[in-house]
């Protein structure tokens, strides 16, 4: 059936309409780079400068934990501490080190509002985990208590959850675990301090745990440093029936004496 003349013009207008409010939107406020501020071309990108600091987390790295080995020892390794104490989730993956602009990036996101920066990030996390999400039914972030909650006004591990299920098409399900506990802040503590700081502190929502009940689940977090908070965040959606858990983060942490532990 042919749509009347008068249905194309208003369709037509309304697009013009659309890309005029988006360019002048780009002069009262032009891009700029989400690392140091210079105008760029596109909204939520990199200058070539900043890109070039990026460091994406290649091949090779330990299969379980996802932490890069200092050189390739071969496909399919598994780091010595992995076997000697095997983590709660299946696999896990990161797309950056926590340096630099990408550190630069997770403040951004997690304390300053810029949660346009998700998009961005989530493309990232969807190259650097793309066998984590293929082996994943649904996505669940890691909960921010209400406390945190309400002075954040929105969940930054919930944002690129959201971003990453519409570049994967794979189901995002919020509100199905639960921060029970107003834990302290991990940074600066060591790992048994952080394994205690989140010691159940997670909770599967009572009538939630049908949702991904004998389904793989997908974990998303900003960023991975001892494996603590994800670590408690996976026994719960396993003791509440989850399948496996995988875990995908846009950044993790490895310092120099992180490293040799992998080495």
């Not at 194309?8 to 013009?16: F, N, T, W």
């Not at 403040?107 to 066998?131: F, Q, T, V």
């Not at 995002?172 to 989140?198: D, W, Y």
């Not at 996976?234 to 995988?246: D, E, F, I, K």
Request: with cysteine.
């Amino acid at each position: 059936m042919d749509l009347p003349v008068s249905f194309i013009a208003g369709d037509r207008l309304v697009s013009a309409c659309r890309h005029a409010g988006a360019s002048l939107a780009r002069l009262v406020y032009p891009p700029v780079c989400s690392g140091c501020g210079s105008m760029t071309g596109t909204p939520s990108a990199l200058c070539a400068e900043c890109w070039r600091t990026v460091r994406f987390i290649e091949r090779p790295y330990c299969e379980v934990t996802g932490l890069p080995f200092d050189h390739d020892r071969g496909e399919g390794l598994v780091s010595p501490q992995a076997i000697a104490t095997p983590p709660a989730y299946s696999r896990a993956r990161a797309a950056v080190f926590h340096d630099g602009v990408a550190r630069k990036m997770v403040h951004g996101l997690k304390y300053s509002d810029r949660a346009d920066l998700a998009r961005m990030m989530a493309g990232w996390m969807a190259r650097a985990g793309y066998e984590v999400i293929g082996d994943s039914d649904v996505i669940i972030a890691v909960p921010l208590h209400r406390g945190r909650l309400l002075s954040r006004r929105y969940n930054q591990s919930a944002e690129l959850a959201r971003k990453l299920a519409g570049i994967s098409g794979k189901r995002f399900l919020p509100g199905v675990l639960r921060r029970i506990r107003a834990t302290q802040q991990q940074v600066g503590l060591g790992l048994r301090a952080r394994q205690e700081n989140v010691r159940g502190a997670f909770l599967t929502v009572p009538g939630q745990a049908q949702r991904f009940l004998g389904l793989k689940v997908l974990l998303i977090d900003d960023v991975l440093t001892t494996g603590a908070t994800v670590e408690a965040a996976t026994r719960s959606l396993l003791r509440a029936g989850a399948a496996q858990v995988n875990v995908l983060t846009f950044a993790r942490v490895a310092s120099r004496g992180e490293a040799t532990l992998y080495a």
